[in-house]
């Protein structure tokens, strides 16, 4: 309330699109009351001034002069004076008012998705008063990390563990941040994280595996030697579920074993590895199965044979 006669200025923070009652504490020596915003008289007494319909009067009394402002904006923000007139001289009570408008984000960037090595600008405007400070966070598979604060967010030469989703979060301490998302896809080249050689014997089921990671997704090629290889042909299958893909043998036969090539390719290019089918007594990295096998026998005797003298 605003009590009267005497001087005095206050401040009133509030909310937009809330209703604000402005009142003015009075005394039987009021003769005559008036509203007024800067120069502009709202409610004369009983009487309206004020074109504007958000405007009204709440109450008049011997006691109490109080208008309403209902659906309060920005433009409504100043200072407005209850006027009265007395036995003596006219005085007046002032009240600035001051609009907190909630931060809200009201541009933001699209979804993007470019090549590993590119430049990134991302841009996110918020209105609110206070003015809201803007955040940007990179939400990766290692948790929230903070990349920024400031309406733009630049990344140059972006690298592929960059990929994914970026908050913006506008806050203002008015009411909660409000919070959005955009997300950055990264194209890189396939590169095969995972191929190795297996050893079958003839007439055993054999699957040779490859993994790739890429972006966009990297499509599979198998070759023996400079022949392609498809499914149904030679008695082989060849499967592709996402990073993986395989190369099964149903009956493997001696033709089947050598060298075979895994080729993955997307737009951005390809890269290939080699991977070997062997049976029993081949030649692997310079070393012979059939030996291997025999060391382990031969190791697992001494051990036995050192075991049993000892006891």
């Known amino acids: 309330g605003l009590p009267v006669p005497g001087i005095a200025q ?57 208008i309403m402002i209902q659906n309060v904006d920005v433009y409504d923000e100043g200072p407005y004076t209850c006027s009265v007139q ?31 090595g590119s430049s990134v600008t991302l841009l996110c405007l918020a209105i609110g008063r206070p003015e809201p400070t803007v955040t940007w966070r990179h939400l990766s598979v290692k948790g929230q990390g903070f990349v920024s604060e400031d309406e733009y967010l630049e990344i140059s030469d972006i690298k592929r563990d960059q990929s994914g989703e970026y908050e913006c979060s506008a806050l203002n301490d008015v009411a909660a941040p409000d919070v959005r998302k955009v997300k950055i896809t990264v194209n890189y080249p396939p590169y095969i ?26 499509e599979f090629q198998w070759f023996k030697e400079d022949t392609r290889l498809a499914t149904g ?17 149903f009956n493997v036969s001696e033709k089947d074993y050598g060298n075979y090539t895994c080729v993955a390719t997307n737009k951005l290019g390809n890269t290939n590895a080699s991977i070997t089918l062997y049976g029993p007594g081949a030649v692997i990295d310079g070393v012979n199965s059939a030996s291997r096998a025999l060391a382990c026998l031969w190791l697992s005797g001494t051990l036995f044979a050192h075991f049993f003298i000892k006891f």
């Open 86 to 116: 007395t036995d003596n001289h006219p005085k007046t009570s002032r009240v600035h008012l001051i609009v907190q408008v909630p931060p809200q984000i009201m541009n933001i960037s699209s979804d993007i998705t470019v090549n590993e």
């Open 193 to 218: 994280s995972k191929a190795k050689n297996t050893g079958v014997s003839v007439g055993q089921k054999g699957i040779l595996s490859c993994e790739a990671s890429a972006v966009p997704m990297a």
């Open 10 to 66: 206050l401040e009133l923070h509030f909310r937009s699109y809330s209703n604000r009652d402005l009142v003015c504490t009075i005394d039987d020596r009021v003769t005559r009351v008036a509203w007024l915003n800067r120069s502009t008289i709202l409610y004369a007494g009983n009487d309206k001034w004020s074109i504007d319909p958000r405007v009204i009067i709440l109450v008049n009394t011997p006691t109490q002069y109080s």
């Open 233 to 249: 042909l030679g008695g082989v299958r060849i499967e592709n579920k996402g990073r993986i893909s395989t190369l099964t043998f």
